[in-house]
């Protein structure tokens, strides 16, 4: 049986964490990420921390902030807290149909979150693990084998089960994977030229969902690496993957007018993220555009939607 490792954000499998940036929405309110949304749940009744998670641009902002407001905690990495956590992955399935079919060709391989080296410490400074990893495992080199509860593997798997019951067949296994280990110099169950494969693979997703640049470059910073020309380099793809943004052109277009915009596709993404700048952090709708890189009128338009996003046919 392969075994699924996933880690950073930017490597294969990376869609699998909670810091990974698909949207949710719960409630009738719109969460960056399912890391806001599970930290938000632990919070009930107190809109002044629910107000703080949300504002953060990025997931581990979300999580961070949390920190100071510990004393304001119950118990968590309890079955409840267990539960919310399930909760927050089975949205995050339904809401981006995409991740469900991923799932779903993982085939029966083990799935594990990948800690890596990185301590396991919780929000209230504790680790519930018993000194081992408590949300995910980490892999013991000298043993092959992986050590710690890896609680989000198994509702992974369990979210799995539930979606291929009504499947004729399994689809089979993928190679094995360590998101730990995804580097060039790595000794993995992965040949390089498998790695270059996957990374490619990633980044033509990262370039989809965000279809800038900056963006993509963002969603690498966060997860821990310097830059996006760093990454490539890291994986081995020697050319960029993903074109940079557009420079600005020096004065206006014909007629005094200022140079059109590239004209940016709108999908189900773009418009939860322009409704959680004009709903939640309250941007006015040409700064809405401006961070988007998209038109003003394609902000006042879809507004005027109340931001509900409908596929064109033949999409």
Request: proline share 5%; aromatic share 6%; hydrophobic share 35%.
């Amino acid at each position: 049986m392969s075994v699924i490792g996933f880690s950073a954000v930017a490597y294969p499998y990376g869609w699998l964490g909670n810091m990974s940036p698909f949207p949710v929405t719960y409630k009738g309110v719109a969460y960056r990420t399912t890391e806001a949304l599970f930290q938000c749940l632990r919070f009930p009744g107190h809109p002044e921390v629910l107000e703080k998670i949300i504002e953060q641009k990025g997931p581990m902002g979300s999580k961070m902030v949390c920190k100071p407001h510990r004393d304001l905690l119950g118990p968590i990495c309890d079955a409840a807290d267990v539960a919310r956590m399930e909760m927050c992955l089975r949205l995050k399935c339904d809401q981006h149909p995409e991740l469900r079919e991923k799932l779903i060709r993982t085939g029966s391989a083990t799935i594990v979150e990948d800690c890596g080296k990185r301590a396991d410490i919780e929000i209230d400074g504790k680790n519930h693990g018993g000194g081992a990893p408590f949300w995910g495992a980490r892999l013991d080199l000298s043993t092959g084998n992986w050590k710690g509860r890896n609680i989000m593997g198994v509702l992974w798997m369990k979210l799995r089960q539930d979606f291929q019951s009504g499947l004729a067949t399994i689809p089979p296994d993928p190679p094995s994977f360590a998101g730990s280990l995804f580097h060039k110099e790595s000794t993995t169950a992965m040949s390089i030229i498998e790695k270059l494969a996957s990374a490619e693979a990633e980044v033509q997703r990262l370039k989809t969902l965000a279809e800038t640049y900056g963006k993509v470059e963002a969603v690498v910073r966060e997860a821990g690496h310097k830059s996006l020309d760093e990454f490539l380099k890291e994986v081995g793809i020697a050319e960029k993957a993903v074109p940079p943004a557009a420079e600005k052109k020096e004065g206006k277009g014909k007629a005094g007018r200022p140079a059109k915009r590239k004209r940016v596709t709108i999908t189900a993404e773009l418009v939860a993220e322009m409704k959680s700048l004009r709903k939640i952090e309250k941007l006015s709708q040409e700064k809405t555009a401006k961070k988007l890189g998209v038109s003003l009128s394609s902000v006042v338009n879809w507004e005027k939607k109340k931001f509900v996003f409908a596929k064109k046919k033949g999409n």
